[in-house]
């Protein structure tokens, strides 16, 4: 009981913080709305009994969410929104998009056939069991995911710097 | 019980800090300044700047409070001491710390001020430069441990301390965990006689008083990250194991206190050069060179 109530309420901070993205006019407080609506999904996963997911989660958005504040404080007009900039933009297309893909999770949550709920693991062993799969059969995908995103923040600096002879 | 007790000794710990902090700015041990420096915040008015960004303004004071004592709510003081033995607790630490810049970034931009939202970006630099060297050591650490509970960590430790098995890691934790807390010379945030108190030149009375001593916290939470994951945490002869735990957050409090006075206020960029260029391949370094000594031993 006390466990649904707690995913439910960080569920639905999380869709309250999302709302706010779009509702402000300032480039920071967008960007640390959505840091707290992923680090109430990080919650949620702490509700759920998967400890490790939540505190990665939580770690991971808040430097990535400042990071991402910071790029758009320098490439927009009007990072504070003083000049009352509207976000939205394809207002129709956005509508649908969001109707649709909603009505989709909500089927599918719904509808889907989620089989009986086991007990969860302790939290030691998840971690173990998830050592085991990043560091055994799974370890190739992630180094060459890994590398990818390297080869590519390189390359992205690498054109953004200014040619100096 | 335990709640209780922890914040207790986590308050305590930051008046002393306060204390130690006036003695080596000052040269003078007043054990009643911090009392004094209180309430004369606490007695001032507030002031508010004309038109700040109100949400992040009111909330970076608190949120950078709650991070500081979240990140010492994992550590342990004792065996049984600790708020919350996270199977994650290595790791929740590091968690709990992102959110320092994530306080500093809205008390920057929050107040709607030149100097204030200078000093947050500068944190947000300083992290990149940072992180990684808090992350990459205390991975050697759990590697030593076997485990990201922070108690068995300690225990890992009853043989010899890890600041004498990996003594690079601990060095650059050391560090690392000095720029978390702006002290100098990493005081990039606040850097006083440059930016006017920077991130802290907007607040005043009551909310200064909360940043003030949520810095406090912050750095009595990493000297006893310090102690937990390099010195062996409440291990020692004679006394009781919070005894132990509460003198040697202390005694590495007061060296960085201390150690960051004899050195010039580092440029950003130079933070970010030798983060980058020295600091991260020392880290790697240093899981290799643990790596190397676990299997010799398991051999």
Known sequence: MAQAFFTGFFGLAAIWFGVVVFRTSSMVRSALALLFSQAAIGAMFLAMQTEFLGVLQIMMMATEMAIMAIFMVMYMMDPGGLGGMDMTHQKRLSIAAGIFGGAAAVAVSLLGG????????????????????????????????????????IAATAVAIERRR | MTVFLVLVMLFAGAYLVAVLEGWTSTGRLRFAGPFWAAVALLGRESIVPRKPDRVLYETAPVLLLVSAVLAAAVLPLGPHLVIADLATGALAVNAALAYVMVALVMAGWGPDGAYAMVAGWRFLGQLVAYSMLIVMPITAVAMRAGSLVTTTIVESQAGIWNALTQPLGFVLFFLAAMAVCFLPPFDLPTAPGEL????????????????????????????????????????????????????????????????????????????????????????????????ITLVLRSM
């Not at chain 2, 916290?217 to 006394?239: C, I, K, R, Y």
């Open chain 1, 114 to 153: 989620w089989g009986t709920v086991g007990p969860s693991t302790m939290p030691e062993a998840q971690v173990a069991a998830l050592g085991e799969e990043l560091l055994g059969r799974s370890m190739l995908v992630f180094e060459t995911a890994g590398i990818t995103i390297l080869t590519a923040m």
């Open chain 2, 196 to 291: 006017a108190g920077g991130i802290e030149a907007e607040y005043a009375g009551p909310r200064l008083a909360v940043v003030r001593l949520a810095r406090m916290v912050l750095v009595v939470s990493l000297s006893l990250a310090v102690t937990v994951f390099f010195l062996g945490g409440w291990l020692g002869p004679f006394l009781p194991g919070w005894a132990w735990t509460s003198l040697k957050t202390l005694v590495v409090a007061a060296t960085m206190l201390t150690a960051g006075r004899y050195v010039p206020r580092l440029r950003g960029e130079h933070v970010m050069e030798w983060g980058w260029k020295l600091g991260i391949p020392l880290a790697l370094v240093n899981i290799f060179w643990v790596g």
